[in-house]
């Protein structure tokens, strides 16, 4: 168990929380105090005495808690002179640098000088170290940026694992498509103080929204009033662009169906997530934020290929699924059409 009382430090103001064994995701910005949550729960900020207990002990003021601590933080230290494998010898525990001379050999970074990684590669080193042992507790500040030579499949798997095997896992990220990520119980770090998304943290993230791009989107966007469940939003300053509310697979199979229809060709669909500032006004309640507003897209490239190539696999197999619906709304230059 991993306990906060009253924790102030550096922006933190009075966090008072328990983290049980498990996974967990904290949303946040650096200006709201992530950096130095992540520091204090690693055990290397100085707070007042007890403010940060794991297990009941002070790690900032226990070498055996700290030791039972994973970390990759914001800014990993500079390494001292000597190579890495000397290095791995040094800081794990021991039989244990094997498996981590095999997990650097992937990356390219086993016979490396420690002095002369970069500070993207001391942080997927840490990381590496960090997850190679079992441990009590693993905090990792943005697992999906700036770690080179690690895809972001190899890190879900590592820090699941760890869960899996009883750590408590605390990922800290300001962006929110990257905590979609993760199966976990959210929390959302809200200028200095901590609070935790009810249930599933997901659904406070908002209906799914898709930005299609294709020529004649206005035609696109009237097709797809015709489908329940889906808000679509259209505007004539962006003609070729298109937001589609809803489920996602749903959303998608709508999409190329109605594009199949008449002729038009999808160029790209991008999944959308809403800003931490979004993010915080739902979950303080307040009435859902308007479409088209501080877009920001998540997935590219592949990833708009898969939405694509999942919805042609199920074209055809689901029409039947895609009956109209008198909850369809099309917005057209900010005036809002309920059908």
Request: aromatic share 4%.
């Amino acid at each position: 168990m991993l306990a906060l009382n009253s924790l102030w430090s550096g922006l933190l103001r009075g966090v008072s929380v328990e983290f049980p064994v498990g996974y967990h995701v904290v949303i946040g910005r650096p200006e709201d105090g992530l950096e130095d949550l992540a520091e204090c729960l690693a055990g290397v900020r100085q707070s007042k005495p007890r403010s940060v207990e794991l297990n009941g002990v002070d790690p900032f003021r226990s070498a055996g808690a700290r030791a039972s601590i994973g970390s990759v933080l914001p800014n990993e230290p500079e390494l001292p002179r000597g190579n890495i494998e000397r290095l791995l010898t040094q800081r794990l525990p021991k039989h244990s640098d094997a498996k981590a001379r095999e997990l650097l050999a992937t990356c390219n970074l086993l016979e490396r000088k420690a002095h002369g990684l970069s500070p993207e590669e001391r942080r997927s080193l840490a990381f590496l170290m960090a997850t190679c042992v079992p441990r009590k507790l693993i905090v990792a500040y943005e697992p999906f940026t700036h770690l080179p030579g690690l895809h972001t499949q190899a890190v879900m798997t590592r820090l699941a694992h760890q869960a899996e095997r009883g750590a408590c896992v605390v990922a800290l990220t300001s962006n929110p498509a990257h905590a979609q990520y993760i199966e976990a119980r959210g929390w959302l770090l809200d200028r200095g103080r901590l609070l935790e998304l009810d249930g599933d943290y997901a659904v406070q993230l908002g209906p799914h929204q898709l930005l299609l791009e294709c020529e004649q989107s206005r035609r696109l966007a009237r097709a797809l009033l015709e489908v329940g469940g889906l808000g679509v939003s259209y505007t004539a300053e962006r003609p070729n662009q298109l937001l589609v509310t809803g489920p996602a697979e749903r959303a998608s199979l709508a999409a190329m169906h109605a594009a199949t229809e008449l002729g038009l060709d999808i160029t790209r669909i991008t999944a959308l997530t809403p800003t931490v500032d979004q993010l915080r006004a739902r979950a303080a309640g307040m009435a859902p934020l308007p479409l088209c507003r501080s877009l920001h897209p998540c997935a590219r490239g592949s990833e708009t290929q898969s939405l694509i190539r999942a919805a042609r696999a199920a074209f055809g197999a689901d029409r039947a699924a895609l009956r109209p619906s008198p909850h369809a709304f099309l917005a057209v230059n900010g005036a809002l059409t309920v059908t």
